[in-house]
Each structure stands twice: as C-alpha cells, then as structure tokens.
C-alpha cells in the first residue's frame, strides 16, 4: 500500500525593522497553550547572539544564525537548517522564522520556491510584520528594509501604539497603506494580541507579491544594506557595578540615542544572582531582571548596538569603566 501523503510544514516569517518588537512577538506565540510544536530559526546582525538567550525557556528547538543577515551571507544556513528539521523522525506543527531587523523579506520567502527540497516539504504560510507605532514615521524614507518588509507582509502589527497618540497611529496606517493597501493591520500594546489568527492560515498570497515584484522567482536577488549602519558588540567576564552601568547606559543613550537603531544586551551585575536584560530603540530604554543566573552558566555581559555611524571607541570605553571593581582576599 502507497504511504499517505504528508502535508508539507507551515512556516511563518517575522519581520520588522529594528526594535519593532519582534523577539516580542515570537514569546507571545511560544508560551500561547496552542498545544503545537514549533522549530523556530533566529537570525541576528551581530556577531554575538543576544535574541536566542531573550527568547523564553519552552520545549522548543531554537537555531541560532549569527555574522549575517538571513538575506545574504546565511541564506544557504537557512536552506541547510529547514532540510535538517524536514528529516528528523518527529514533525513540527510549523516553524517560525525570526528575521534580522535589517532583512529584505523577498530572499527569505524565495527560499520556498527555489529551493525544489525545501519546497516540497515545506510550505509559506504567512510573512508577518511588526511596526514600530513610535519611530516608524522617523525611519521609513531612509530605511529600504522596512519598506520591503512593509510591502511583503500579508499581516502588519502595528506596536506600541501606548506610545502615540490617535493622530499618530492614524498618521502610521496611511503611510503604511501606500505601501501595502491590501495587509491586515492589527494595533498592539507589547504585541498582545490573538496570536490563533496569526497562525496556519495559508495567507501569503504568491499572485500579489508577483505584482509588487515581477522578479521575485528568479533566483538571483541582489540586497545590499546601507553602508552607514553597522554593529558592534561588547563583551566582559568581570561582573559590572550596577549603579556605574545604568548611569553610563542612560548617558550613552542621551547622547547617541539618535543614530541608535538597536540596543540589547544580557548584564551580569556584581553580588546579583539574576540577569538584568536591557533594550533600548532610539532614546526609549528598558531594562529589567529576567531570571536567575543558572548554575551552568557563564556570567558573561554581553551588549549589541546597531545604529549609524555609531563611535565605538567612546562606547566601549564608557563600557569597560562600568567593571565591578575586584575585593581583596580577607
């Protein structure tokens, strides 16, 4: 007797612009009593990985692709990652693909068409986008990846929206729909929303994306980032001292919080047994305990930036003055 034909796996694409709430986004769906089984893939800009350790603790398989964006230099990680999952004996319900902030959705969707393996096992469900309510108005003209990600998505999530006022958000839907007249758009606070609807309901829709992007099947698709935005990341052993740290965090924030695109970062604080985790966009920052440090861990401080023309040398400066200073031995 002929084997039943398996159906091929949703997968679902976050986008967003950085700081838009993405990371967000995918706890939300995670920690959702859906009773389903996700592989979720997480691309980041920085060498040194901070959303896979932001990402909540469930019985979830989390692969991690650094030192690229998923568009470019990683896409062939990518193609290698889905192919592996698709051959372990037990299937996903579906996969969640959280994208760099600085990613063009298109090669990333291509993937699922070009790809004869991927293709056949696999299946686009949906691109999502989360939108920045406060900065998106700010950045848009000069931000290429946001306008694509905008005009790809079948469904925006409009965030943030506590942070503006009625005028503001009714300011952000229309520029939106220049963009992309036909997406869904849902307002969100912290992207509290029904996360049911978002999930294996077959909405990307290959006819439309055709009409914004005749070209979208071929297999060549040329990305290039803007050449002013770039990341850096800060790494230290020693615990930091809480009080120096926070002091220099919102003075670095008042003083670049303009070019700052992104900040995030995991901080170990002296005589403190639990994560401090900080994020900021622009000049909004914050920062909070996460959870205990676990007994296997390494204390390490780990900061990522992301912005324009940002002056690493003052920053990792003003970092390396914030160490905990040493007690002596009694």
């Known amino acids: ?100 902030g600085l990613a063009d959705p298109a090669p990333v969707a291509q993937t699922f068409f070009v790809d004869e393996d991927v293709r056949a096992k696999t299946r686009l469900d949906s691109i999502i986008t989360v939108v920045d309510g406060k900065h998106l108005l700010a950045e848009i003209d000069r931000a290429h990846e946001a306008q694509e990600q905008l005009a790809f998505a079948d469904t925006i999530i409009l965030n943030k929206i506590d942070l503006v006022d009625a005028a503001e958000i009714a300011s952000v839907e229309a520029r939106i729909r220049r963009i992309n007249p036909t997406a869904s758009i849902i307002r969100s606070q ?84 639990d994560r401090f985790v900080v994020q900021a966009v622009h000049m909004l920052l914050e920062g909070d305990h996460q959870r205990p440090w676990k007994d296997n861990e390494d204390r390490l401080t780990r900061l990522v930036f992301i912005g324009r023309d940002l002056p690493r040398d003052i920053i990792s400066d003003g970092f390396s003055r914030c160490r905990a200073v040493r007690q002596a031995a009694e």
């Not at 996360?195 to 990307?204: M, N, T, V, W, Y």
């Open 1 to 100: 007797m002929s084997q039943p034909k398996t159906e091929p796996t949703p997968v679902t694409v976050l986008t967003g612009y950085l700081g838009a709430g993405k990371t967000t986004l995918l706890n939300r769906i995670l920690t959702e009593p859906h009773g389903k089984k996700f592989a979720v893939i997480v691309n980041e800009f920085g060498e040194v990985g901070i959303d896979n350790d932001l990402i909540v603790e469930a019985d979830e398989d989390v692969f991690e692709m650094n030192n690229g964006c998923i568009c470019c230099t990683v896409r062939g990680d990518l193609i290698r990652i889905i192919e592996g999952l698709m051959r372990r004996p037990g299937r996903f319900d579906g996969i969640l693909i959280e994208t760099t």
């Open 190 to 273: 912290r992207c509290d929303i029904d996360i049911a609807g978002l999930l294996d309901r077959k909405a990307f829709d290959l006819d439309r994306i055709l009409e914004v992007e005749p070209g979208f099947l071929e297999e060549e698709h040329a990305h290039e980032h803007d050449d002013h935005i770039t990341s850096f990341s800060l790494v230290e052993r020693q615990p930091m001292d809480a009080g120096k740290f926070l002091d220099w965090l919102q003075a670095t924030v008042q003083a670049f919080g303009t070019d700052m695109l992104r900040m995030k970062g995991i901080i170990s604080f002296a005589n403190d047994d």
